[in-house]
């Protein structure tokens, strides 16, 4: 049987960003509720269930903070995660006394806030994410996600579930610099140094993994972290 999509709340005022926030989340195997407003989004949030909540700051009727204290007084475990345009450092600090997961500011990169939805979700436990990617494409590789398999050439090379986490991460951020401080939390759900050493070691055998295809490196950017090159 397919498993159960993760359930999203979306509270967005904004019909534009709203509309194309829900056709990507849903393209990409997720479940999405559009509330224009706070008011109904706490009517959707009273009358069922959601693996996560996005609220917008800045809405109709009832804000985003308000909105925010209603849910937690209701459910102290369900993810929670603000995306404004209010960047100022008081709203931030706000947005997480009031336990939020994170704190997005607009404009966002849809793609890296699919990922840190999957992230948050798979952290809290739960196994109702459904993605249409995961095959994936990999230069002359193909990267078998679900069963953590990677393929070149008819072989076939099982690798371990956090090698395959890393790699995907890799593939979702493909050509572009990574920092490693937001990887590794992304990953471990913490900073750390120790993780981030364990990080290098990982990336040291994914490298020996991918070596049969030479267009295929990753990068360090020195003090920054790393570039995962993919030929388009």
Not at 210 to 221: A, C, G, M, Q
Request: glycine share 4%; hydrophobic share 40%.
């Amino acid at each position: 049987m397919p498993k159960e999509r993760a359930k999203i709340l979306l509270a967005e005022d904004d019909p534009n960003l709203g509309i194309l926030l829900v056709d990507y989340l849903e393209a990409e195997g997720l479940a999405v509720e559009l509330c224009k407003d706070g008011e109904l989004a706490w009517k959707a949030f009273q009358s069922d269930s959601f693996d996560l909540c996005l609220v917008d700051v800045m809405m109709p009727k009832m804000d985003g903070f308000s909105l925010a204290k209603k849910i937690r007084a209701k459910d102290k475990k369900v993810p929670l995660i603000f995306i404004t345009a209010r960047s100022f450092r008081e709203d931030k600090i706000k947005g997480y006394s009031l336990e939020a997961d994170d704190y997005i500011t607009k404009p966002f990169d849809e793609e890296e806030l699919l990922w840190k939805i999957k992230a948050i979700i798979r952290r809290g436990g739960s196994n109702a994410i459904e993605s249409n990617s995961e095959i994936i494409a990999i230069g002359k590789y193909t990267f078998d996600l679900h069963n953590q398999l990677l393929i070149i050439n008819d072989k076939a090379k099982r690798i371990t579930e956090k090698e395959a986490e890393i790699l995907n991460y890799l593939s979702w951020h493909r050509n572009k610099v990574i920092k490693r401080a937001e990887m590794v939390k992304e990953l471990w759900g913490e900073e750390d140094y120790f993780l981030g050493r364990s990080l290098d070691v990982f990336i040291t055998k994914i490298r020996k993994y991918l070596k049969e295809d030479p267009e295929i490196s990753i990068e360090n950017v020195f003090k920054v972290g790393f570039v995962f090159n993919v030929p388009q």
